[in-house]
């Protein structure tokens, strides 16, 4: 099978088992894991998914890392990204309001965890590298925020596409205050037809 064949084939049969997984058991934080777990066996799958094949966006870019759009039911659920990144940048906390989980495949993401403390605070209680071989998961209302520096390709997987997530939040520590997070600006389309 040609690689690009193979690699369609193996993420239609990861989101197959997500999808049963999701059917079976709903979202709470037993059936993530699960979802965790299957995206960490795709992820393995390093001979099929490289920076090479994901670039991140060219040095001197206004930006240091985009999305690859790799899946996406025709009703917008069940949407996984690949994320290439090649310089130093950082989120804000935010919320996502659909479930997400987030798996390594090459270099590390730091992920910052958050609590609303009184007064609607972002405070930061603890975080995890993600890496080859881990992963994060979330529910609507959790909240985390990314950190990278360096090359970075990695699996973000999300209930809902981010297109349509309009009421994502992010906290900004200025003025301590909760915002809606604007859309992603750099999708790419990088879904390939399964193999008949």
Request: charged share 25%; with cysteine; hydrophobic share 40%.
């Amino acid at each position: 099978m040609e690689r690009n064949q193979e690699r369609a084939a193996a993420i239609a049969a990861a989101i197959a088992d997500i999808r049963a997984i999701e059917s079976a058991e709903g979202v709470t934080r037993s059936s993530l894991a699960k979802i965790r777990a299957r995206l960490m066996q795709l992820a393995a799958r390093t001979d099929l998914f490289t920076l090479d094949d994901f670039p991140p966006p060219a040095p001197g870019s206004a930006r240091t890392s985009c999305l690859y759009r790799l899946s996406e039911d025709a009703d917008h659920r069940f949407a996984l990204y690949a994320n290439s990144g090649g310089g130093k940048y950082g989120t804000p906390p935010h919320n996502h309001t659909t479930w997400a989980v987030i798996v390594g495949i090459e270099g590390d993401e730091v992920n910052r965890f958050y609590d609303r403390a009184g007064g609607g605070v972002a405070q930061r209680d603890a975080e995890h590298v993600v890496r080859q071989g881990s992963g994060v998961s979330f529910l609507p209302d959790d909240l985390h925020s990314i950190h990278i520096d360096g090359r970075v390709l990695n699996f973000h997987m999300y209930g809902l596409a981010l297109e349509q997530l309009h009421r994502r939040e992010y906290y900004t520590a200025a003025d301590a205050s909760w915002k809606v997070y604007p859309p992603h600006s750099d999708i790419r389309e990088a879904r390939t037809a399964v193999p008949a």
